[in-house]
Structures are given as C-alpha cells and as structure tokens.
C-alpha cells in the first residue's frame, strides 16, 4: 500500500520532477511543515520517515532550513529512552521534540 501511495503522491498534479526536488521546492515555497504533511499523508509513513526525508534534505541544503526544527526532528523508541533519562517524561511525541530542541 505504501508503494502504491507513494507512487500516486509523485504521479500526481503532473509533477515533472523527482521526489528530493519536490520535497525541497516545497520547503522553500512553503516551509517544512507542509513537506511533512505531504509526506506523512502517504499511507505507513508517521513522524520518523517524514522527519528523517526533510532532515536530509536540510542537511543537503542547509540554507533552506528555518526556524521549524520539529519537523527535521525524528523520534524512534531510542530517542523516547534518552529523553526519558535526561527529564522529557512526556511520551507524546510532539512535547519529547519540543523538550529535546
């Protein structure tokens, strides 16, 4: 299902470039946030995939990077087990990367 998805998410609107590009073209038009919508909109892709693609591709091109970390910040079970240890008691991920950053 999730190829499936994917493969619609890029075939659509007529986009005539590749995923990178279009992710990136959406950071800078429209910021971070609305790249892991897009993202996270594809079905089995949560925070982690979505926050790992856009970190990548701010580290790839770090002048596109804004103020919006929490949406290049991915959280996994490790990342809860070490926040947990330095005082974020919170599971909820938005609050552990609100803590973290």
């Known amino acids: 299902m999730m190829v499936l998805d994917a493969l619609n998410f890029i ?14 073209d959406i950071i800078v038009k429209s910021g971070m946030k609305k790249a892991y919508e897009k993202l996270t909109n594809i079905y089995a892709i949560g925070d982690k995939i979505a926050a790992f693609t856009i970190r990548d591709i701010g580290m790839m091109n ?11 910040f991915p959280v996994d079970i490790w990342v809860y087990k070490i926040a947990y240890k330095i005082g974020c008691k919170n599971k909820d991920i938005e609050k552990v990367k609100e803590c973290l950053i």
Request: charged share 30%; glycine share 0%; net charge neutral.
């Open 62 to 72: 770090p002048d596109i990077i804004k103020d919006d970390y929490q949406f290049a």
């Open 11 to 24: 075939s659509s609107d007529n986009r005539r470039m590749n995923f990178y590009f279009y992710l990136k």
